[in-house]
């Protein structure tokens, strides 16, 4: 089986910053694409930033050059660190990960979600 688990959300001031964490464990084989994903109160989920299994990036227009995806291979960990928070970029974050686990196939998994506040 494999587990998504995300940590480092809470509440922030407008201008400040945080790094999420998503650590994926279980009997994997092998991680691809990772993916952050938010969802706000009364809005469809949205795709924030993915990364690859070489490193290469992708951003949703809301926060580009706010906004840094990376991961740790040897971690099995996806971060996210966001910088210049507005208070629009309060929402449950959610990472995915496309992930084979050990004699199964390929599946997206999903961690269960932390909450970022924007707020002053």
């Known amino acids: 089986q494999v587990q998504l688990v995300e940590s480092g959300g809470g509440l922030v001031q407008p201008g400040g910053s945080l790094r999420l964490s998503c650590a994926a464990s279980?009997?994997?084989?092998?991680?691809?694409?990772m993916d952050w994903h938010r969802q706000a109160p009364g809005k469809q989920r949205e795709l924030v930033a993915s990364?690859?299994?070489?490193?290469?990036?992708n951003y949703g227009d809301s926060v580009k050059g706010r906004f840094t995806i990376s991961r740790d291979p040897a971690k099995n960990t996806v971060y996210l660190q966001m910088n210049n928070l507005k208070p629009e970029d309060t929402a449950v974050y959610y990472c995915?990960?496309?992930?084979?686990?050990?004699?199964?196939?390929?599946?997206?998994?999903w961690g269960q979600g932390t909450q970022v506040t924007v707020s002053s």
């Open positions: 995915k990960g496309n992930v084979r686990g050990l004699g199964r196939p390929t599946n997206d998994y």
């Open positions: 279980g009997n994997i084989f092998a991680i691809y694409n």
């Open positions: 990364i690859t299994s070489g490193g290469i990036t």
